[in-house]
């Protein structure tokens, strides 16, 4: 029995929502950013599944799910980055104690 | 062969903006510490020569008939409409390396790198007003989203900058997971991930299998468009994904808020009429109400925002939300979408000339580390200084809207269109959204011209060349967008005639 | 006899079986390997036996370590540089699978030098910036 396109997408689905929850819910900004990558691996298992399903014959979704790698690769790299700027300021890098600007 | 050769050759100024910025990049490194203060002159020159290029090729264009060209297939277009925000971006980008010039030198920050990655930034903006592609549309938003994330916090050493910039990055990637996400979903459902072809040589694209196959109500589909739409929406600084847009515009550095508040709204919306008036346009009836909600949600919110506001640059941030939302009462014109796609290139042209020039009036009037940008500090500035209190007052009354400056006639065309598409409700509330913001524009020009301030209190202004250059060019395209809009508004419809439906 | 040629139905439980045995057979062999030492050898636990091993060293600072920062630069080079050879196999099989026999190979060539170009930019910044020194 082969398994259905709709079970990765329920799978898909799991993981992005858990990846929303974890960048919602935590407040280390690197938690947060740990949640955003299962949000984009989310939509990678889409891609290929998608790709594997509907678009047997093409590479689109491969060739996507390849460029979400590396843009979550480039997008780590910066949000370290940044990270660590925010952490030679004040020390601390928990996102709701950052609070100089008023909002 | 030589087709391929002539496609790279649409794409010069993108490939020279591209290239400038690694050699930008190059020479910083190789220069002495000493010199660095060239390379903001250096940044200008792929700038200067990109936008030379695109006014060639819109010049050569006008009068005769639209030239549009595929790239790489159909990943890219080059269409008046591109080349028509290009014309956005590059006016942005140049008036934001003016107003940088002073200020990277006086804050020291690392000019190789501020600049390189101003130009990346650039290079993002105009492959997303090309990009007719899923794909290709979300990695020039990411290109240009990394970009400006680290330019928000190239102040390293002050912390609400750091702070911006982090706050900004994790928000922007978050809303980047539901853009990939919907992305992926509208491929799901439909198989391809081209928007259109504008040619209609291929009916296997996005808005022709929609109509093939039927897929008004295809669940997988409509789920995709809305996270398309949250995700654009999140860079455009449209209610409810705007809560980062006052802290980051506050935090960056004052020339990055500029070119961001500016260039990065101009792109998103360049990609957000494409998506919608292109690959979407079948399904023009599911997010047309969507769209007249976020435009209402957006100017009440933001014009509401901006009157709290003491500080001028928290309140040009809110005010920007407001702009958003006149922008989008022009894309939810969409029965009238002949005009509206041109008034959308008109504002977004006239918004850079007169938001990016408040900007640079508040540096000519804010003094070191950002200083100096209460209101209060406005108080007699037309006494003091008669040239920069004109300049302001100027572009006040255009972003308020008031006849014969380039804003009045920008909102004029947006409520045109509003009108022809039978969106009174929307017009109305255009309307009083722009009286309510009257009230906070005028309240500056109030404190320059209304108010004196005792002598002992008196600040000194900055007179930087290349600030008063930035501001002179601002205002002249803020009274020529106003005065002599013929020329201008031409090139907008044709541009915004590109996207009507010539095929699938 | 027809019975042949009708096709038997599938039972999705048949289908997973041999998956199910595996996960039983894995837990049940892993749980038994750890059950026979418990079982057979002699237990004299004192303090220096039960230190974490170091190959042989004294033991000596505290196990979460902070990592020295230097790290983070190498590691994001490195990063960068493994995604991206990874483009090098769509570019082959596009570029090289189409348009070398439209004999457009020229061009497929300075395609790829300026994608290698920018990348060597990069390298270079990080060289000048002093990211592949080790102070």
Redesign the interface.
């Known amino acids: ?1 082969e398994i259905p396109l709709s079970w990765y ?1 329920i799978l898909a689905a799991i993981l ?1 929502a858990v ?2 929850y974890g ?1 919602l819910a935590r407040r280390n ?1 690197i938690a ?2 740990m949640s ?1 990558e299962l ?2 691996n ?2 990678n298992i ?2 290929v ?2 790709a594997r399903y ?2 047997p014959r093409e ?3 491969q ?2 799910a ?6 979550a ?14 952490y ?3 020390r601390h890098i928990q ?1 709701d104690e ?1 609070n ?2 008023r ?1 | 062969m030589t087709t391929t050769w002539r496609e790279l050759g649409y794409l010069t100024p993108e490939l020279v903006v591209l290239l400038g910025a690694a050699a930008v990049l190059l020479l910083d490194l190789f220069l002495p510490r000493g010199r660095r203060r060239v390379l903001g002159g250096v940044a200008l020159v792929p700038l200067g020569v990109a936008l030379g290029w695109v006014l060639r090729a819109l010049w050569a264009q006008s009068g005769g008939p639209s030239q549009l060209h595929k790239v790489f297939g159909a990943l890219l277009l080059r269409d008046p409409y591109s080349l028509g925000f290009d014309v956005v971006f590059l006016v942005a980008a140049i008036l934001g390396v003016l107003l940088s010039l002073r200020y990277v030198e006086r804050e020291a920050l690392p000019a190789g790198e501020y600049y390189a990655l101003t130009l990346f930034a650039v290079f993002g903006m105009m492959m997303m007003a090309m990009s007719a592609e899923l ?1 290709t549309l ?2 020039s938003y ?1 290109i240009l989203s ?1 970009a400006v ?2 330019l928000a ?1 190239i102040a ?5 900058s ?6 900004y ?2 928000l922007g ?2 809303a ?2 539901f853009l ?2 919907g ?3 509208v ?2 459902a439909t ?3 081209v928007l259109y072809d504008p040619l209609g040589q291929s009916a296997s694209t996005i808005s022709g299998l929609i109509l093939e196959r039927g897929l008004f109500g295809n669940a997988l589909l409509l789920a995709g468009l809305a996270l398309l739409v949250v995700g654009i929406a999140f860079k455009a600084a449209i209610v409810p994904f705007h ?1 980062w847009v ?2 980051v515009y ?2 960056a550095p004052l020339p990055v808020t500029a070119f961001m508040s500016a260039g990065v709204k101009a792109a998103a919306f360049a990609a957000f009429a494409r998506l919608l008036f292109g690959g979407f346009r079948n399904l023009g009836e599911v997010w047309q109400p969507v769209l007249w909600v976020l435009a209402v949600l957006t100017m009440v919110l933001g014009n509401a925002a901006a009157i709290r506001q003491q500080n001028v640059k928290r309140m040009l941030a809110y005010s920007s939300i407001a702009h958003a939302g006149y922008l989008l009462v022009a894309l939810a014109a969409y029965t009238a979408r002949d005009v509206a796609i041109g008034s959308v290139l008109y504002y977004a042209l006239t918004y850079t000339a007169m938001g990016v020039g408040a900007f640079a009036i508040l540096l000519v009037v804010g003094q070191e580390g950002e200083a100096n940008q209460e209101l209060s500090d406005y108080r007699g500035l037309a006494s003091r200084h008669p040239w920069a209190a004109a300049a302001m007052g100027l572009f006040m009354i255009s972003l308020a809207g008031f006849p014969l400056t380039a804003g009045f006639l920008g909102k004029f065309y947006i409520l045109n269109a509003a009108l022809r598409a039978d969106l009174d409700g929307l017009a109305v509330v255009l309307g009083l959204a722009s009286v309510v913001s009257w009230y906070y524009y005028l309240r500056v020009v109030w404190f320059m011209y209304m108010t004196e301030v005792p002598k002992a209190a008196v600040r000194p202004i900055s007179r930087a060349t290349s600030l008063g250059v930035a501001v002179a060019v601002a205002a002249l395209l803020v009274i020529a967008l106003g005065v002599f809009p013929s020329t201008a508004l031409a090139v907008a419809q044709m541009a915004g005639h590109t996207l009507l439906p010539l095929g699938y | 006899m027809p019975t042949l040629t009708t096709p038997i139905p ?1 039972n ?1 439980a048949a ?1 997973w079986l041999p998956v199910a045995v595996f996960l039983v057979t894995a837990v049940l062999f892993a749980a038994v390997l750890l059950w026979i030492p418990r079982l057979i050898a002699p237990r004299h636990p004192t303090p220096d036996k039960a230190r974490p091993y170091e190959c042989g060293e004294r033991v000596s600072g505290e196990f979460w370590q902070q990592i020295h ?1 230097g790290y ?1 630069l190498f590691a ?1 080079v490195f ?2 540089f ?3 050879v ?2 090098l ?2 570019y082959v ?1 596009v570029l090289g699978g189409r348009l070398i026999p439209q004999g457009l190979g020229l061009f497929v060539f300075f395609d790829l030098l300026l994608f290698v170009g920018i990348l060597v930019v990069a390298l270079v910044y990080a060289w000048r910036k002093g990211v592949l020194r080790w102070e």
């Open positions: 029995m997408l992005f990846g929303v960048a900004a947060i950013l955003i949000m984009l989310a939509v889409n891609l599944a998608f509907v678009t590479l689109t979704g060739i996507f390849i460029f979400i790698m590396m843009l690769a480039a997008e780590a790299a910066v949000g370290l980055g940044l990270v660590l700027t925010v030679r300021n004040l996102v950052i100089l600007l909002s | 794909i979300f990695i990411e990394l994330y680290v916090g390293r050493g002050r912390a609400v750091a702070e911006a910039s982090l706050k990055f994790l990637a978050f980047s997971g990939v996400y992305i992926a979903l491929y799901g198989g391809t991930t809560a006052p802290d506050e935090g | 599938a999705p289908d920062i983070y994001l990063i960068i493994d995604v991206e990874v483009f196999w769509p099989r």
